[in-house]
């Protein structure tokens, strides 16, 4: 129940592509969505975050896209550029405690 | 300093080491935690510290010690460590009072046990 899952696991889109990366969770006490950036050699850095009362929010070109019944939530990266190249995790928690993180997408931008 | 510091970035220990990881924050968190970060493996969490005390510790090993001193510092110490625990240990902080649910994540050591 705790688990959060991840697909893709690896994913290549051209430069000005739209990239999507989707999660899925099984605990309904989940209240808070992060999406997290890792680059090489750094540790992940919050990118953009939904509470469950909206079914969308968007950050720039970053999207995300949270369906409740379903219990799964996307990240959408619009124009998505070279320097967008990073693994990406999502992750969920319940009253911001905990986060339990997916495994994480291998993004690459090919220019 | 801003953010979270780790230190040191990386680390080579023999399994009858005993050796201390290193993490300050100074963002003015209340909670700290604790990740292990392996390859293919999702981050799993360790330890969480809230307003110093352990809040949770889940199910590591005992060659895994965290100390949590003040609110700004966590270390994490082992001994007797085996090669499988070779991994990138993540420390993270956050404010859980004023509903703002995001961590702040160190740069990590790199620890390889040989």
């Known amino acids: 129940q705790q688990q959060v899952k991840q697909s893709p696991q690896s994913l290549i889109v051209q430069k000005g592509g739209i990239s999507i990366i989707n999660c899925a969770y099984e605990n309904t006490a989940f209240d808070y969505f992060p999406w997290y950036q890792q680059f090489p050699g750094k540790g992940p850095a919050l990118l953009i975050a939904?509470?469950?009362?909206?079914s969308e929010k968007k950050e720039g070109r970053f999207t995300i896209s949270f369906n409740k019944s379903a219990k799964q939530f996307s990240l959408h990266i619009m124009d998505s550029q070279p320097g967008d190249s990073a693994t990406y995790f999502c992750?969920?928690?319940?009253?911001?405690?905990?986060?339990?993180f997916g495994q994480g997408t291998r993004l690459t931008i090919n220019p | 300093e801003t953010g979270v510091t780790q230190t040191p970035r990386h680390l080579v220990m023999g399994m009858t080491n005993k050796k201390s990881l290193k993490c300050e924050q100074h963002?003015?968190?209340?909670?700290m935690y604790w990740y292990k970060q392996s390859a293919k493996k999702p981050l799993e969490l360790m330890f969480v510290y809230n307003f110093k005390e352990q809040t949770e510790n889940n199910s590591v090993p005992s060659r895994f010690s965290p100390e949590c001193p003040n609110s700004s510092h966590l270390f994490l110490h082992l001994h007797t460590l085996q090669p499988e625990d070779s991994a990138l240990y993540l420390c993270?902080?956050?404010?859980?009072?004023?509903?703002?649910?995001?961590?702040?994540f160190g740069s990590g050591t790199r620890l390889t046990v040989v």
């Open positions: 963002l003015g968190h209340n909670a």
């Open positions: 992750a969920a928690s319940e009253w911001a405690q905990k986060l339990v």
């Open positions: 939904i509470r469950p009362d909206v």
């Open positions: 993270a902080s956050s404010q859980v009072s004023t509903g703002d649910y995001g961590y702040t």
